[in-house]
């Protein structure tokens, strides 16, 4: 028969490499990894596996329940330490910062071609009660105040109307950047979010936003103000309207994942696909922080409209070749060498 | 020990098992209230601040309209901020908010690891949806259906929401006084407890100091005669009597040293040569 120590003496024993290892995990719950120093890190993990050689020898000895529960909770709150650093996650990685902005820009348009049918379902979804709203409301202007009361729209046409000659009051542009980025951004990841329903969440606030967004430029338009409103339009919606379409798409994927999970199980699939549409959702997000600066700060300014127009049309250019072509893999040379 | 429907039995590379004790809704909701309040009281704050600032910058230059202007574009910044940021960024850094501390409560990955800041942003990302219709009611209902009590946001990122357990080490129980030489005499060799009589004995022994002399006697009396018929053994005092029952079954047969400190027993049997 094995013999073992009595508890008071395994107990005693080891109790000094269990504080120590207390005081690591405590210093860890306080500061995270930045509480260690390098003799911290060379301890810690043979301390663990001390610690869990204990947990197994005070089982396999029928020590008392409180002991092994202690060991048990030490073995466990050390494991979240030790075995949460990935590869490329370190300090010093993040410290550099650099190689991971630069890998997100590319993930970001590669996370969108792969997701492309949600993309394309997604811009149908805005685009189609866009096009319906703002003809509707173009040929029947009382059609948009069913969509957006007519207090909103009446002052909002007057400003096209005046034009932006004048530019913005000070300060107005910075109380409405503030404004663009609480309320589109939020509705973007809104969007993203609630499409985890099945996609009916993110199918409902495309369907909105493009129906209402519709009806105003119909609207406007109607009322002789269309050029303005759409040199106001352009600048900003190749990042504004593109975000929300992407918003949208990933979300819709989101919920493609629940309804149609192929192989995995429900919850692998939604996990696996959160994971891969995350980045979407941070880059429209990224998108529309984008689009809030230049909407409150070029869009509204005194700038002359042929200078907006050229930008405007410039940026649509760069955003969609952008979501098109960086960060794809040249096949060609690939295939020269297989 | 038994566990219960609450925890989340981990394997580690040791292949040690070991469970964490996974958080319900009640907790839960205590710290995120507490979070609601710390941060929608830290943009009060800064809303005021930056009010007065701006206006007692703009009272002298004159440019009141503006500065007032820049106020309260910084002020829906920062309520963005506390909406979209707040929880993400602290369980991004740390793996839990200042409520969640507050209540021992920490994110984990469902295999018990630290989570990542993609993990952080995602599941707080998804609260918009966990809050619908109204207080989290969708969050609530999907928490009570999944096993490890996972809102929307956990299930897309993986996450779980696990109670820290409290690391103060046990102290094991000790006979007090020492048996005296009579008693040693009269303990039987051999006490054999199955596990449940063991851990209940344990468990009044290390309660016997919160008692009370009557209630202890009392408590004592109730199980010791089980035990006095079974082995034989009796003394004037029941509680007297579990301690040294306890102490034998604990202890005997085992020594004070650890085994490395004795002398092994040699493996060579005789005529063999040791290994070269």
């Known amino acids: 028969m094995i013999s073992a120590v009595t508890e008071?003496?395994?107990?005693?024993?080891?109790?000094?490499?269990?504080?120590?290892?207390?005081?690591?995990?405590?210093?860890?719950?306080?500061?995270?990894?930045?509480?260690?120093?390098?003799?911290?890190?060379?301890?810690?993990?043979?301390?663990?596996?001390?610690?869990?050689?204990?947990?197994?020898?005070?089982?396999?000895?029928?020590?008392?329940?409180?002991?092994?529960?202690?060991?048990?909770?030490?073995?466990?709150?050390?494991?979240?330490?030790?075995?949460?650093?990935?590869?490329g996650e370190g300090r010093a990685t993040r410290a550099e910062g650099g190689g991971s902005f630069a890998a997100a820009l590319t993930a970001f348009p590669r996370a969108v071609r792969s997701h492309y049918r949600a993309m394309l379902l997604s811009a149908a979804l805005f685009l189609f009660p866009f096009a319906v709203g703002s003809l509707v409301a173009f040929y029947n202007p009382d059609f948009a105040f069913r969509i957006v009361p007519e207090d909103t729209l009446r002052p909002l046409t007057e400003a096209y109307l005046k034009g932006f000659d004048g530019g913005r009051a000070a300060g107005e542009g910075a109380t409405m950047a503030g404004f663009y980025v609480n309320n589109n951004v939020g509705i973007a990841l809104r969007c993203f979010a609630l499409g985890i329903f099945g996609g009916l969440g993110s199918a409902f606030y495309l369907f909105d936003n493009g129906l209402s967004i519709g009806a105003v430029l119909g609207y406007v338009a109607s009322q002789g103000a269309g050029a303005n409103i759409l040199t106001f339009i352009v600048g900003h919606g190749s990042f504004e309207l593109t975000a929300i379409v992407?918003?949208?798409?990933?979300?819709?994927?989101?919920?493609?994942?629940?309804?149609?999970?192929?192989?995995?199980?429900?919850?692998?699939?939604?996990?696996?696909?959160?994971?891969?549409?995350?980045?979407?959702?941070?880059?429209?997000?990224?998108?529309?922080?984008?689009?809030?600066?230049?909407?409150?700060?070029?869009?509204?300014s005194s700038i002359p409209s042929d200078v907006k127009r050229g930008v405007g049309g410039v940026l649509w250019a760069l955003v969609l070749s952008y979501l098109v072509f960086v960060g794809r893999e040249n096949k060609k040379a690939v295939r020269s060498w297989t | 020990?038994?566990?219960?429907?609450?925890?989340?039995?981990?394997?580690?590379?040791?292949?040690?098992?070991?469970?964490?004790?996974?958080?319900?809704?009640?907790?839960?909701?205590?710290?995120?209230?507490?979070?609601?309040?710390?941060?929608?009281?830290?943009?009060?704050?800064?809303?005021?601040?930056?009010?007065?600032?701006?206006?007692?910058?703009?009272?002298?230059?004159?440019?009141?309209?503006?500065?007032?202007?820049?106020?309260?574009?910084?002020?829906?910044?920062?309520?963005?901020?506390?909406?979209?940021?707040?929880?993400?960024?602290?369980?991004?850094?740390?793996?839990?908010?200042?409520?969640?501390?507050?209540?021992?409560?920490?994110?984990?990955?469902?295999?018990?690891?630290?989570?990542?800041?993609?993990?952080?942003?995602?599941?707080?990302?998804?609260?918009?949806?966990?809050?619908?219709?109204?207080?989290?009611?969708?969050?609530?209902?999907?928490?009570?259906?999944?096993?490890?009590?996972?809102?929307?946001?956990?299930?897309?990122?993986?996450?779980?929401?696990?109670?820290?357990?409290?690391?103060?080490?046990?102290?094991?129980?000790?006979l007090w006084p020492p048996a005296t030489p009579d008693e040693l005499m009269n303990v039987p060799e051999h006490v054999a407890f199955d596990a449940d009589e063991r851990a209940a004995i344990e468990l009044f022994l290390r309660r016997r100091g919160a008692l009370g002399p009557p209630r202890e006697w009392e408590l004592a009396s109730t199980i010791a005669p089980a035990f006095e018929e079974r082995f034989g053994f009796r003394t004037p005092n029941p509680v007297r009597t579990l301690a040294l029952l306890y102490d034998a079954a604990v202890n005997a047969g085992r020594s004070e040293a650890p085994p490395s400190s004795r002398v092994p027993d040699s493996y060579r049997s005789p005529g063999e040569e040791p290994p070269a």
């Open chain 1, 246 to 300: 992407l918003a949208g798409g990933a979300g819709l994927s989101l919920g493609w994942s629940v309804v149609s999970p192929g192989t995995k199980t429900r919850a692998a699939s939604l996990q696996a696909t959160g994971k891969d549409v995350a980045v979407i959702a941070f880059g429209a997000a990224a998108m529309l922080l984008l689009a809030a600066a230049i909407e409150a700060f070029w869009s509204g």
């Open chain 2, 1 to 174: 020990m038994e566990s219960l429907d609450t925890d989340v039995a981990i394997e580690a590379p040791e292949h040690i098992v070991f469970s964490y004790r996974v958080a319900g809704p009640g907790r839960r909701a205590i710290a995120y209230l507490i979070d609601l309040v710390l941060c929608y009281g830290s943009v009060c704050v800064f809303s005021v601040i930056v009010l007065f600032a701006l206006g007692g910058a703009g009272a002298f230059s004159g440019a009141v309209e503006g500065l007032s202007g820049l106020g309260i574009g910084l002020i829906l910044l920062a309520l963005f901020a506390a909406q979209w940021i707040y929880f993400a960024a602290w369980e991004g850094v740390t793996g839990r908010t200042p409520g969640k501390s507050a209540l021992r409560l920490r994110v984990v990955t469902t295999t018990g690891r630290p989570i990542n800041f993609t993990d952080a942003v995602l599941r707080n990302t998804l609260r918009a949806a966990d809050a619908l219709p109204n207080a989290y009611v969708v969050g609530l209902a999907c928490m009570a259906l999944t096993r490890r009590f996972q809102r929307l946001g956990d299930l897309v990122a993986g996450t779980m929401v696990i109670i820290e357990a409290k690391t103060t080490a046990a102290m094991p129980l000790r």
């Open chain 1, 8 to 87: 008071s003496a395994f107990a005693s024993r080891r109790q000094g490499d269990w504080s120590r290892l207390e005081q690591l995990a405590h210093r860890f719950s306080l500061k995270g990894y930045r509480g260690f120093t390098t003799p911290d890190i060379v301890l810690i993990a043979p301390l663990y596996r001390d610690v869990c050689a204990d947990l197994a020898a005070a089982q396999a000895a029928r020590y008392s329940a409180p002991l092994v529960e202690y060991l048990q909770n030490l073995a466990a709150t050390t494991h979240t330490i030790l075995y949460g650093v990935r590869a």
